[in-house]
């Protein structure tokens, strides 16, 4: 049974703080990705990484870096947190792409609701 | 650059009626289109994809969706919807190593 796991479901931090999100994929898939999902806004790009050590930004990175030091585990950083990364964060993993593109399903985590006060 | 667009933030539905999840795509290159499913409190999971061939794709729990290039579409429908369906759905395009999400539509099925 693949599975994807993500290490707190709901975290309260305060503003200035460092914060990680850690997520561990158990499928030996590649590809791993985090996002954010907000109301309305659907689920948005942060960063992405196709093979350890290797990182790619997406539609959103200001305030974020990330870490992949194991293939299987994929840390997303918050340098110091402000209110405006109030949000759900999700993790997924998935496949080598095919040819052309992403046809390959990511499959995701429960997800972590990160509150900063 | 690829983009899909939900054109309904929540649609509400009685138990065993049908249902339309409307989705329109925007895209210059060859379209890979998908919708995801989110049940309240769990992980997003894949509910059916379109990469080429036959444009009807069904998933396993009654969904549908049809690829239209013409009208550039790829609604999800259900003839009879159950409780079990009340989710968020999300059309989403794929290309060049990236997944784009539309803004979700949230079914809410009522007794």
């Known amino acids: 049974d693949v599975k994807v796991t993500q290490s707190s479901r709901y975290l309260v931090k305060r503003t200035g703080e460092k914060v990680f999100l850690e997520c561990v994929q158990d499928?030996?898939?590649?590809?791993m990705f985090w996002y954010r999902q907000d109301p309305g806004l659907g689920l948005r790009l942060i960063y992405f990484s196709y093979d350890v050590k290797m990182k790619e930004k997406g539609d959103i990175p200001e305030g974020y870096s990330v870490s992949r030091e194991k293939k299987e585990r994929f840390s997303l950083i918050l340098e110091s947190a402000s209110t405006n990364q109030t949000s759900m964060y999700l993790c997924a993993s998935s496949p080598p792409n095919g040819t052309g593109g992403t046809h390959n399903e990511q499959f995701f985590g429960p997800g972590t609701r990160l509150t900063v006060l | 650059a690829q983009s899909v667009t939900q054109l309904d933030s929540q649609v509400p539905v009685f138990e065993e009626a049908p249902v339309e999840l409307r989705c329109n795509y925007s895209?210059?290159?060859?379209?890979?289109l998908f919708w995801y499913v989110q049940y309240p409190n769990q992980g997003l999971q894949l509910l059916l994809k379109y990469l080429s061939g036959s444009t009807l794709v069904e998933s396993i729990n009654g969904f549908e969706a049809e690829f239209n290039k013409s009208q550039t579409s790829f609604h999800l429908r259900k003839p009879s919807v159950h409780i079990s369906d009340t989710a968020e759905y999300f059309c989403?395009?794929?290309?060049?190593?990236?997944?784009?999400f539309g803004t979700g539509t949230q079914l809410k099925v009522e007794l």
């Open positions: 989403v395009t794929g290309g060049g190593n990236k997944l784009t």
């Open positions: 499928m030996d898939h590649e590809n």
């Open positions: 895209s210059s290159v060859s379209v890979y």
